[in-house]
């Protein structure tokens, strides 16, 4: 039994938890960066700090233990609420953030927006909330370390979407332990969508306290820690403003934007509101000018990180919210107001007044094929036979645009990131022709497996069952980055393609030896090198027999049929996509049906549409989830008010209809396979489809998130 | 969860010996609140007493106008009874949308009543049907059963053994349900026979209660119009972050309305 506190760990050398991506504020200082330890010293500062460790041999025992830990508590006032955590006379946090203060973030020409607003026909405002979610994978956090002493190694387990960074973050700034003397385990992970991204106070203590204590320490959160201490999401308190023209035309935009990042920052907390989020505000449209102003803050609440989409449901769901407001106030169909503002087909690859460059884009298709599977022609006539039930018919329409294939690493690097965001893959033929697949990034849920597999055969030609795809383990595989972003396809399979052409290279070498051909006369089709125009040909899986077995061998040549490749890429992709929702209202009670829901997306070339489906499916589910249901409350005293599901609603089976599903593909230039990623779109482009079927079906300018029954009860008796 | 010692009865005089031999026991039935309760460590009874051995408290049994239903009869024979399907339709429905699959295949109508969660199902349909529970010690009043938020009248030592409840000649359920824990934030069980009108409301207030105000109403003109005069007294109401309390009146009156309805 053992009970280790944080000045244990500091008298180990261990250092605190970092956030590892660099945001300017307007003063020209760097962010404000608090310490976090990883057990607090002297203060907590949200409920779900970690305060000391119990080791015990049993889990009841550790609990009894943990029951007769006494703390000296004073309490002191907390700061719970977005929109206030910075004004004057709160408590505050942080010694070194003055006024809660992180970051106050301007990016755009604000005297040249601001002009244009001067003199515009029409300016539409709208005030938003973007509500904070809990992440919530199926399997909880956990970790387990253990501590060879003969080899001075810890290993250990944990639930991660990236092993990699967790070995290079708990080595290089935590001191746990040499990268070469740490190894990260963690293959089979039960979901993370982004909350199992970060370096957490548990894994760090885990696998110090097991070398402290020579033993294996195992810690496995359970769901109410998971509440509590988990990353959560979102959480903006924003005001948005669009100049138009007497056409509709968008003229400028102008974003002022609140962002909770809880009590400290997690791993990647300060890119979210910032460069995932303002970069993104252009969405479909070709508004010349735009001025987004983040302010990020501190409260008493849990660390709020990447979820989901990260930074792109906020952009989102503050810009298409604000084109409805503005097609209302045009007196404009929702749809047509996108036409005209549409960037063109013919404009890509396309610059945005906010950094990125669009890769490709057929933006009115995509509407086309939507509007026609929603029959969004026969709406009116749906809407007036649900009247006659004194129910309430509403369509609702969004559009996105998302950055995935994270990412290019000296455009990140540019920006503050302290990683690269390149990827990594080795595809290894033994000698008896079945093949290994080693990829940097990481499936905790998404069917890498198989994806990659299928990539694998079809350039290489082996049968698929004759293909084993590995990662999670940093002992076995190469450095890698993880799964985050949707960028496992884009960068992570490129990688695999690339180091597939390598062999195919190699094999067409030993296979013009091995048939006694030139090497030019070699061809590879179908996992056959072939002899051109003769019927010579040499099973892949023999060249990499005669690669281990090189009794007759190209002079010069290695031996072995093992290669690896990175890929960097040359930009972002950007998928993009309409969805149309259709929502019965019942306005008795305020419950909101979903009717119908009708995807169209263009996520590039699909290698697998059953699991890419899949994540459209899973992904709007969470959309529905943050427009409907989930809304993480803390009271002013900084209690987590909604810490179990018998308080948070997630979506569940009956909140949502099935579902139709179409794509609108375009071919991005600079990705070498076509692809450009599909995890993160339905939890984009739902939020807003929800609301504005909503705001369309009671008459009303804007509901906040989650539309509750109750709130869409009250809305509708004050449209009525 | 804290050491306890686990007893399994297989009778009733068996299960109350061993109640007034322990310290701090507690009698489990399905044990769907009793056991996450304890694994949270917000309880911590000395003794558990599982009546899951006692052959007689389990079964549905149909007596003329009489439907009598074993205190340890879980939901899902309840819902998949067709004589509780035939006799009292609506009661059958309730069981069936009570919790999920594995809450409905595990919790018992007598541990559903004897706990009396303010949010309840079974508790509407006991006091609207005008129930009988019999216990080991006498009968109770289906509308005397509940006495306050988790209270019921039944002594420590006291075992339900079964529910009885008569036909209807019309009953019906509306439940509005919370979106994430599907309890009831409001439920109406209205019923229409020989004598009257009786309505049972849970999830409203801390105990589910009769709903004597829309009785009066009903009782004058069985028709959903009846309920919109009615006045829902809002301070009476449960509050919390899901439904106020003038939503949850709001609430009374249109699962009434829609119980009604379904009774027609």
Not at chain 2, 9 to 37: C, H, N, R, W
Not at chain 2, 247 to 252: D, F, G, I, N, S
Request: glycine letters at 10%.
């Amino acid at each position: 039994m053992a009970v280790l506190t944080g000045d244990d760990l500091a008298a180990d050398g261990i250092g605190p938890l970092i956030c590892g991506v660099n945001v300017t504020s307007d003063d020209g200082e760097p962010h404000r960066a608090p310490v976090h330890p990883a057990l607090a010293q002297g203060k907590v500062n949200y409920v779900g700090d970690h305060v000391a460790v119990v080791i015990a041999e049993s889990l009841s025992q550790a609990k009894d233990a943990a029951e007769k830990v006494e703390i000296d508590y004073g309490v002191l006032p907390s700061v719970t609420d977005t929109a206030t955590a910075a004004a004057d006379g709160q408590q505050q946090i942080h010694d070194n953030a003055p006024n809660n203060m992180c970051y106050n973030w301007p990016f755009g020409d604000k005297a040249a927006v601001d002009a244009v607003f001067e003199s515009a026909h029409k300016v539409s405002s709208l005030d938003l909330v973007n509500n904070r979610m809990v992440t919530n994978p199926m399997e909880p956090r956990a970790a387990l370390g253990d501590y060879n002493s003969g080899t001075e190694e810890i290993t250990l387990h944990v639930t991660t979407q990236n092993p990699h960074v967790h070995r290079l973050v708990l080595s290089a700034f935590n001191q746990l332990a040499p990268e070469h003397k740490l190894r990260v385990v963690g293959p089979d992970v039960g979901g993370g969508f982004g909350a199992k991204i970060f370096v957490y106070a548990e894994e760090l203590v885990v696998g110090w306290s097991c070398r402290k204590v020579n033993r294996p320490v195992k810690w496995t959160g359970d769901r109410t820690e998971a509440f509590l201490a988990d990353a959560h999401g979102r959480d903006h308190v924003a005001h948005a403003e669009m100049a138009l023209d007497e056409n509709g035309k968008f003229l400028a935009m102008r974003v002022n934007t609140t962002a909770n990042l809880g009590a400290y920052l997690s791993t990647f907390a300060t890119m979210v509101p910032s460069y995932l989020y303002a970069f993104l505000l252009a969405g479909q449209y070709s508004t010349p000018l735009i001025y987004s102003e983040v302010k990020a803050v501190f409260t008493n609440t849990a660390p709020v990180d990447a979820c989901r989409g990260a930074g792109r449901p906020e952009a989102t769901f503050l810009l298409e919210r604000l084109v409805d407001v503005c097609a209302e106030d045009m007196g404009l169909d929702p749809a047509e107001i996108r036409r005209r503002n549409f960037i063109p087909v013919d404009a890509f690859p396309y610059q945005t007044p906010v950094v990125q460059c669009y890769d490709s884009g057929d933006y009115p298709a995509a509407l086309d094929k939507a509007l026609a599977l929603a029959d969004y022609d026969g709406f009116s006539a749906r809407a007036e036979e649900a009247k006659s039930r004194g129910k309430r018919r509403g369509v609702g329409l969004s559009f996105y645009v998302e950055a995935c294939g994270i990412a290019p690493s000296a455009a990140v690097g540019q920006l503050g990131a302290g990683v690269g965001l390149w990827e990594s893959a080795q595809v290894r033929f033994n000698p008896t022709g079945n093949v290994q697949v080693f990829t940097g990034t990481h499936s905790h849920g998404q069917g890498h497996e198989t994806t990659f597999a299928q990539l694998v055969t079809e350039q290489l030609g082996v049968p698929i069952e004759n293909i084993e795809v590995i990662h999670g383990d940093t002992a076995k595989t190469q450095f890698g980055m993880g799964t985050y972003g949707s960028r496992s396809l884009a960068v992570g399979g490129v990688a695999i393609a690339k180091a597939c052409e390598k062999l195919i290279e190699k094999g067409k070498k030993i296979a013009a030896h091995a048939l006694e051909a030139a090497e030019g006369d070699i061809e590879f089709a179908d996992g056959n090198f072939t002899v051109a125009g003769t019927d010579k040909a040499m099973n892949i899986a023999e060249v990499a027999f005669n690669a281990y077995v090189p009794h007759s061998y190209p002079e010069g040549l290695e031996p072995g049929f093992d290669e690896n490749a990175f890929f960097d890429p040359m930009n972002f992709s950007f998928p993009a996509g309409t969805h149309v929702c259709e929502v019965e209202v019942d306005p008795e009670t305020g419950v909101v049906k979903i009717i119908k829901y009708s995807a169209v997306d263009d996520f590039g070339k699909l290698i697998n549409p059953m699991i890419v489906e899949g994540q459209v499916h899973g992904g709007i589910v969470h959309g529905v989830g943050q427009a409907l249901l989930e809304g993480c409350q803390y009271d002013s005293d900084g209690q987590l008010i909604t810490a179990s599901y018998m308080d948070y609603a997630m979506p569940r089976a009956d909140n949502v209809p099935s579902f139709d599903v179409d794509y609108a593909p375009t071919d991005p230039p600079h990705n070498p396979l076509g692809v450009k990623g599909c995890g993160e779109a339905g939890a984009i482009g739902a939020p807003p489809a929800v609301i504005n079927a909503i705001t369309n079906a009671l008459g009303i300018k804007h509901i906040d998130m989650p539309a509750t029954p109750e709130n869409v009860w009250r809305a509708a008796q004050s449209a009525s | 969860m804290y050491n306890f010692s686990y007893q399994k009865v297989s009778s009733i005089a068996d299960a109350v010996e061993a109640m007034q031999k322990a310290e701090d026991g507690k009698f489990v039935a399905g044990g769907q609140t009793m056991l996450p309760t304890m694994k949270h460590r917000l309880a911590s009874p000395s003794d558990i007493i599982d009546l899951g051995g006692i052959d007689e408290l389990s079964g549905i049994n149909v007596d003329g106008d009489t439907v009598t239903i074993g205190a340890m009869t879980n939901h899902a024979a309840v819902a998949a009874s067709s004589d509780v399907q035939s006799a009292i339709p609506a009661l059958a429905k309730l069981a069936g949308n009570i919790g999920d699959p594995a809450v409905r295949n595990r919790g018992t109508i007598g541990g559903s009543i004897a706990n009396n969660d303010p949010a309840a199902d079974y508790p509407a349909a006991v006091i609207a049907l005008g129930a009988t529970v019999n216990t080991n010690k006498r009968q109770i009043a289906g509308d005397e059963f509940f006495t306050g938020m988790f209270e019921t009248a039944l002594e420590e030592d006291e075992v339900i053994t079964s529910v009885s409840f008569s036909k209807a000649d019309a009953a019906a359920y509306m439940k509005f349900e919370n979106p994430a824990s599907r309890y009831a934030i409001v439920g109406v069980f209205v019923v229409k026979s020989g004598d009257g009108v009786k309505v049972g409301v849970t999830g409203a207030t801390p105990c589910a209660h009769r709903g004597m105000r829309l009785e009066e109403a009903l009782n004058g003109n069985f028709s959903a119009d009846a309920v919109d005069g009615v006045e829902i007294p809002v301070e009476k109401m449960n509050a919390d972050i899901h439904a106020s309390a003038e939503y949850r009146a709001h609430l009374v009156k249109v699962m009434t309305k829609r119980a009604v309805e379904a009774c027609s």
